[in-house]
């Protein structure tokens, strides 16, 4: 006799059957993790906006000479003769190294250790695709690096337009605000390319993070040198340096993106220092084309991204 009662222990799934999306996010989120719970990665986060506390400082004392010096409600000399543009040209170029600790710390492995531990062939055994795996590898490093590009500068943007609207900050430039929201993006998509890049060539984080290091500073010694020979020649009577001297001193990975920084906010630089006798033009770097710069700096972030692309395979190691 057969049971009244029905087998219920297996049921067939009738739900829907959609494809998983936002997989690269799942990527990105545990990268970011991973480089949040790095003492370092806040240490040196902090440090890179160094120069904004001292021009606060600067500031701060400035104030205070006025107030000392019984000139309350009249305008301080100091401030009215400052490039507010260039105060964030000076603060972005002298973070540069910084960044670049930020990318070693965060970047340099990202895909060096995957391949150590054959990761990728778990990665991309799953419901996921090379572009899944690079796209989420690549938002793990832009996203915590933009940030703390952005914080400082938008915080010391904020500070300047509450208190220094009298002397110019706003009328100077009053597109300034999203001139530095593309400024602030430049050097997270730079360094997240070129570290994946580099990454994926190697299987150990530190062959990866010193090979990057090794031409980063090759890039620096080279432009200071070029700096060197216009520096030279316009002290021997030149009017400045010559064009092709201008566009190398730019051609490395920091001297990349503070040419992008003067491109976007359209400014030549001027004295590091507020308050200084101003820096003799001749001596100063000019901008370089954006012809030139622009699409260099995105055919250099395009190839890094090919190059780390067609290195990502799943090979399985048989023992």
Not at 64 to 81: D, E, H, I, M
Request: hydrophobic letters at 50%; proline letters at 5%; one cysteine or more.
């Amino acid at each position: 006799m057969a049971s009244p009662i029905a087998d219920l222990s297996y049921r067939n799934y009738d739900g829907p059957l959609d494809p998983p999306i936002n997989r690269w996010w799942a990527i990105a989120k545990m990268s970011m993790r991973l480089s949040i719970k790095k003492k370092g990665f806040w240490v040196w986060a902090v440090m890179s906006g160094y120069w904004y506390l001292i021009l606060l400082a600067i500031f701060y004392f400035a104030d205070q000479s006025t107030q000392l010096g019984n000139a309350v409600g009249r305008k301080n000399p100091f401030f009215s003769n400052i490039v507010w543009k260039d105060l964030f040209v000076n603060g972005f170029s002298v973070s540069q190294l910084f960044f670049l600790i930020l990318a070693l710390l965060i970047g340099a492995g990202t895909i060096a250790n995957d391949n150590r531990a054959n990761a990728l062939l778990v990665y991309l055994s799953k419901p996921c695709t090379k572009l899944d795996y690079v796209m989420g590898k690549w938002l793990g490093i832009f996203i915590p690096m933009t940030i703390v590009t952005a914080v400082p500068t938008l915080i010391f943007y904020l500070y300047c337009l509450m208190s220094y609207r009298t002397y110019g900050f706003l009328s100077q430039d009053p597109w300034l605000i999203l001139k530095l929201l593309g400024m602030v993006l430049v050097p997270g998509a730079l360094h997240s390319s070129l570290a994946l890049g580099v990454s994926s060539m190697f299987q150990q984080g530190r062959l990866a993070g010193a090979t990057y290091a090794g031409v980063y500073f090759f890039g620096v010694f080279f432009t200071k040198a070029m700096q060197s020979i216009g520096v030279m020649s316009a002290m021997n009577g030149s009017e400045g340096p010559s064009g092709t001297v201008n566009s190398l001193y730019y051609c490395s990975i920091d001297g990349i993106q503070i040419a992008l920084a003067k491109i976007l906010l359209h400014t030549d630089g001027s004295q590091l220092i507020p308050g200084q006798p101003a820096t003799p033009m001749k001596l100063v770097m000019p901008a370089p084309s954006g012809w030139i710069f622009v699409p260099a700096f995105f055919g250099i972030c395009a190839l890094a991204m090919l190059l780390a692309w067609s290195r990502i395979k799943a090979v399985e190691v048989v023992g």
